[in-house]
T-cell receptor, first 115, second 113 residues
């Protein structure tokens, strides 16, 4: 398996534009996580899906952020409108949820810069 | 509140010396701790995890971790450090009430030749 695949790897956009980040989890995994990483705040969980259903979106910063998982092999994180403070590295991770010690596998991340 | 602490922002070790990166946690229920490593401009890579009954867990790249239930710690160790071990290391513990990983702030490990 190629692992968790995220696209694009880098995105530079102007403030106010819509940004869509994409994630393909590892085949067979039933849980998917979106994280944001910044120097100031470290690693933050934004939203968690289980069997394509959003379970916890309490980490989504505000209504400008939305995430979908239309099927088991694809998820998107959308920011509309984007703001400079959204600049960060966004990671997608997946695992097959069984017990508590199931590790998650991360994608390479999307580095978002909003100017 | 559930929390994971990595008390050192940075750890400096000379190549060939043993290294320890500390992690302590406070979670309810059975703890499920993990270690991840992040190299520059890369995603997080799973390094090792606690397996019930094994207080010394061995993982990738020669790393191991010592689980101490009474001290609620899961320190990462390696007997002989390599320059290539220089990276950012994250400790995480699963909160079984919501299945989410609680992350430490990360420790930057610098191995000097």
């Amino acid at each position: 398996d190629a692992g968790v695949i995220q696209s694009p790897r880098h995105e530079v956009t102007e403030m106010g534009q819509e940004v869509t980040l994409r994630c393909k989890p590892i085949s067979g995994h039933n849980s998917l996580f979106w994280y944001r990483q910044t120097m100031m705040r470290g690693l933050e969980l934004l939203i968690y899906f289980n069997n394509n259903v959003p379970i916890d979106d309490s980490g989504m910063p505000e209504d400008r952020f939305s995430a979908k998982m239309p099927n088991a092999s694809f998820s998107t994180l959308k920011i509309q409108p984007s703001e400079p403070r959204d600049s960060a590295v966004y990671f997608c991770a997946s695992n097959f949820r069984t017990g508590g010690n199931t590790e998650a596998f991360f994608g390479q991340g999307t580095r978002l810069t909003v100017v | 509140a559930q929390s994971v602490a990595q008390p050192e922002d940075q750890v400096n070790v000379a190549e060939g010396n043993p290294l320890t990166v500390k992690c302590t946690y406070s979670v309810s229920g059975n703890p499920y701790p993990f270690w991840y490593v992040q190299y520059p401009n890369r995603g997080l890579q799973f390094l090792l995890k606690y397996i019930t009954g094994d207080n010394l867990v061995k993982g990738s790249y020669g790393f191991e971790a010592e689980f101490n239930k009474s001290q609620t710690s899961f320190h990462l160790k390696k007997p002989s450090a390599l320059v290539s071990d220089s990276a950012l290391y994250f400790c995480a513990v699963r909160d079984m009430s919501n299945y989410q990983l609680i992350w430490g702030a990360g420790t930057k490990l610098i191995i000097k030749p």
